[in-house]
């Protein structure tokens, strides 16, 4: 499989969240001024929508009629807004802290959002426990919360599994949970395990954690779980850690399968994504040694396949529904002002697959 650029655009700002129609035409980005960007892909004409975050925006999901986006920001709240006019017609309170990641159900019945703050509990700076649930499932059509479920905070990515009745969400200090979506409020998991493969414990400049799991999908038939994110490292600012990901067998907790030796360079990956035949799945994110920030890899020996270095911090990869593109969302160093006028430090990439 290789990837072949087709359309390069710019955004004001940085794309924190993405999600595109099923055939790829139109996406929809996330960015750091709070805004969430209408964006025809083929002529790179990008528009906003009437009602920003007060922060920025970290993620959007689309409904499957495609009438309606729900963004997520650093703000706490959640949006709901019209495609065609690109108005906001609710606004729902879900989180006193950040939304981190949002997933939307596939029949896109419900949102799940993930939040949490990292403070210090103890001696040993672990992360102290929740002042609010962690995750939230909010039924899309009503705006009511249907569920939420106690996590340790903060928890980075989210994902609901193909059938739609499993959620799993990860934190920062490698711990995973599933639930049963239907579960009520405050239900336990029916499943959970820790990985210590992607936190570090910083010793060098300030003591605290640093890493987790930024990226979670599951196999086609909800059999495994994909978790990517950044290795352990002996000086988690500088961000060198090994580049991860890992495969488990949710229901038993067993890892099935890893980035291999020689394969990864260094630095933070932030999203995984499967193909939709299930062949390869993509991980992408930022790099800080190495020779890629961007890779495909084959869904039955995780081996790697493809990989290319965008020269941009990644944070959303998508394939189109029938498989032939792949949209990403990024962004770039941000540059000085020009005649008083912020250059766009945003990108939104589309590229052809070829088998």
Same mark, same amino acid.
């Given at each position: 499989m290789k990837l072949t650029l087709a359309h390069d655009h710019k955004l004001p700002t940085g794309a924190l969240g993405l999600c595109i129609t099923a055939d790829g035409s139109r996406a929809f980005a996330a960015c750091a001024d709070g805004a969430i960007y209408d964006v025809d892909l083929a002529t790179g004409k990008a528009e906003a929508f009437a009602e920003r975050h007060q922060s920025f925006a970290s993620g959007c999901v689309l409904l499957p009629d495609e009438r309606t986006v729900l963004s997520g920001g650093y703000d706490g709240m959640l949006l709901w =807004?019209?495609? +065609? *006019?690109?108005?906001?017609?609710?606004? &729902? !309170?879900? =989180?006193?802290?950040?939304?981190?990641? #949002?997933?939307? @159900? /596939?029949?896109?019945?419900? #949102?799940?959002?993930?939040? %949490?703050?990292? #403070? /210090? %509990? %103890?001696?040993?700076? +672990? /992360? @102290?426990? +929740? *002042?609010? /649930? @962690? &995750?939230? &499932?909010? $039924?899309? !059509? *009503? %705006? $009511?919360?249907v569920a939420a479920f106690s996590h340790a905070p903060p928890v980075l990515s989210c994902a609901f599994s193909p059938d739609g009745q499993h959620l799993a969400a990860a934190n920062m200090m490698g711990e995973v949970r599933v639930w049963n979506v239907a579960g009520a409020i405050d239900g336990q998991p029916i499943a959970r395990w820790t990985s210590p493969a992607f936190t570090s414990w910083g010793s060098i400049k300030t003591h605290h954690y640093c890493g987790g799991i930024y990226g979670l999908a599951f196999s086609a038939d909800g059999a495994s779980l994909l978790c990517c994110g950044m290795g352990p490292m002996t000086d988690p600012m500088a961000g060198n850690g090994k580049m991860t990901w890992q495969r488990w067998d949710w229901q038993k907790g067993e890892r099935i399968d890893q980035i291999k030796d020689g394969q990864h360079g260094s630095g933070l990956m932030e999203t995984i994504a499967w193909h939709p035949n299930g062949a390869h799945f993509v991980m992408a994110g930022r790099q800080a040694q190495g020779s890629w920030n961007l890779a495909m890899f084959a869904g039955g020996d995780g081996s790697l396949v493809h990989s290319m270095d965008t020269k941009e911090r990644i944070t959303h990869a998508r394939f189109t529904e029938n498989g032939r593109s792949l949209v990403i969302a990024s962004a770039t160093g941000q540059e000085a002002r020009k005649g008083g006028i912020w250059p766009p430090w945003g990108r939104l990439k589309s590229y052809n697959i070829e088998v």
């Open positions: =807004h019209d495609v +065609e *006019s690109r108005r906001c017609w609710r606004k &729902v !309170q879900a =989180h006193q802290f950040w939304n981190w990641q #949002l997933a939307l @159900s /596939p029949d896109g019945s419900f #949102l799940a959002t993930t939040t %949490g703050q990292y #403070l /210090p %509990g %103890g001696w040993k700076y +672990e /992360p @102290s426990a +929740e *002042s609010e /649930p @962690s &995750v939230k &499932v909010y $039924d899309t !059509q *009503s %705006g $009511d919360l």
